[in-house]
């Protein structure tokens, strides 16, 4: 037993170090791509504060290399230079092919100059062509928003799903369903998500409102949530919220977007936000393979406020009172991201002077 044992333990810890192994090459591989914009818009090797800065943006998915190719083009330390076309022509197959200009294609942008084209429409032809994007998926990064550079991130997403949701990995049949539908962009992240909460496979298991708020944590943000969290969200549906609002909030928020981004997967177009459908339905093939569909129904809420409040106590915290003391409550301050100050809502003097504890 005990050999058994220590082979998972060294099994676990194989695992553990070549995860790391991996995820140290990645980064490092960001940080050399971020290292090549320096050389060759900014003509300087990298400051320490600047690399980490824009490898951190790339790895936590929050910036495209679009995001980052803008960001050095129009900064001051580049804008101040006034480059010619010539000179920033040469810059952009640099930086953003990673090689010297082609004489047809110099010639092609040099003419289209000339003739009225702007610098920003040269560098928004560049950041969206075939050679900026296979740059970019080579250093396993984000292009731009929208852009899916891996079926196999997908699959891990839609696979993330099936086991956050229904509790089960999906077959084949099911994965390639899914697949096909975000990398053609006939789906969003959120239809996607729509499809599986909205499913006849998950409502017929009941959930209770504390098992839903663990499922959309799991499912749509990819974490545990804190005690505060379900508690917040428990009160907020004993005030009498319904599912749909949860859902929807948790499919706008900032999270959700950065996660789906992170798969080059779009969370959601500007279209009405979707509430609980009437009639659930799946689709079914001969296999038994059960492929959730979402609800074509659009209906228009408003989009909730996800925030609770910060509550501060005024005064000594803990606040001792004498017995039969004559007492006069010092109050709390709340502010709320959407409402500001909100301090005069909060109930106070409710406190006992009479009964120990209170």
Known sequence: M???????????????????????????????FVKGFYVNILNRQADILGLNYWTNKLISHEL?????????????????????DTQYL??????????????????YWIHAMN???????VLDAFLHSDEFKNLAHNYSIQAYRGDIYSNQNLEIFITGFYQAILGRTP???????????????????KDIAYGFIYSKEYNQASKSNREFILTLY???FQREPSTEEVDY???????GMERSTLFNAFIHSEE??????????LAYRDAPILTTPQNNQNVEDTNNTVIPTPDTNNTTVPTPDIVPPVITLNGENPLYIKKNALFNDPGATANDNRDGNISVTIIENNVSIENEGN
Do not use: C, M
Not at 95 to 105: H, I
Not at 256 to 265: A, E, K, P, W
């Open 233 to 239: 969200w428990l009160i907020r549906f004993g005030d």
């Open 64 to 84: 495209t290399a679009s995001d980052i190719a803008r960001g050095f083009i129009f900064s001051n330390e580049y804008s101040i230079n006034n480059k010619s």
């Open 218 to 220: 799991k499912a749509f």
């Open 171 to 189: 077959n084949q049949i099911e994965i390639d369903y899914w697949t096909h539908k975000l990398s053609t962009g006939e789906h969003t992240g």
């Open 115 to 121: 003739t009225g084209t702007s610098h920003a429409e």
């Open 90 to 107: 040469n810059d952009l197959y640099g930086a953003f092919f990673n090689r010297p200009a082609d004489t047809q294609g110099f010639n």
């Open 2 to 32: 005990n050999k058994i044992l220590q082979y998972i333990s060294i099994i676990l810890v194989l695992n553990i170090t070549s995860s790391a192994i991996a995820s140290s090459q990645q980064n490092q591989n960001i940080q050399n």
């Open 256 to 265: 959700f977007i950065n996660l789906t981004s992170g798969y080059g997967i």
